[in-house]
């Protein structure tokens, strides 16, 4: 079987370690943090002034900016979010449907990628 892990839990370790996921993402580090819902603004983190090393600094401190999940499996390290996103790096055949949160079906219960689907 193969291991995939997902951080999901701002309460966890997973903020230490944002640094290197992001590194391995491969993306721009103010694409991660979460903006709504949190103190984002109120601590001015939108700020272009601040380097991507203070940004960092300040999602581990307030794990609630992360935003999630954050999927690791061995094809690559993905923000995934849109939960749809999460299909092409796991490994293997998808096995049944698969519907986001609000109950809008992506993979049919063959596996097959529901008609309309842009991801």
């Known amino acids: ?11 966890c370790g997973t903020a230490r370690n944002v640094r290197g996921l992001i590194r391995r ?16 603004a109120e601590h001015g983190l939108g700020d272009p002034a601040l380097t991507d090393d203070e940004l960092l600094d300040a999602m581990p401190a307030r794990p609630v900016l992360i935003d999630r999940p954050i999927v690791v499996p061995p094809l690559g390290v993905k923000l995934c979010r849109p939960s749809e996103s999460v299909l092409p790096i796991l490994p293997g055949a998808r096995r049944g449907a698969f519907a986001k949160e609000d109950g809008e079906r992506v993979v049919d219960e063959r596996g097959r990628r529901v008609p309309g689907d842009e991801t």
């Open 1 to 11: 079987m193969t291991e995939v892990t997902i951080h999901h839990n701002p309460a």
């Open 25 to 40: 993402m491969g993306v721009p580090v103010r694409e991660v943090p979460r903006e709504d819902g949190t103190s984002y």
